[in-house]
């Protein structure tokens, strides 16, 4: 009778500190250790801050689009400008652009 399988083990990554510690465990070592972690540099540990990525969203024809025609919904905008009615979406709110609504006047 065949044994049922075993599950995998979920190994969990290691801790960035834990990854220094152990760099420089290896770099106090032997010569040779030395010589060739002098050539690698280790790991940036630094979080990456990416203030803004280059998009094909044009913003100045999205705020334009927003002006001309305000009632406009993002799948209507989205063959217009080239991208996915999504990606509209998080740009408006992104970017605050908002369209004003003009309030009714009283009854």
Do not use: C, W
């Amino acid at each position: 009778m065949a044994k049922p399988a075993q599950p995998l083990a979920v190994r969990s990554l290691p801790h960035p500190k834990d990854l220094e510690k152990k760099y420089l465990k290896l770099l106090a070592g032997t010569a040779h250790n030395q010589r060739f972690f002098k050539s690698v540099r280790p790991p940036s540990l630094a979080r990456t801050v990416v203030t803004q990525r280059r998009h094909q969203l044009d913003l100045a024809a999205l705020r334009q689009h927003v002006q001309d025609e305000p009632e406009a919904r993002l799948k209507d905008r989205a063959p217009v400008l080239g991208v996915h009615h999504s990606a509209i979406g998080h740009a408006l709110q992104r970017h605050d652009i908002t369209v004003k609504k003009i309030p009714l006047p009283p009854a």
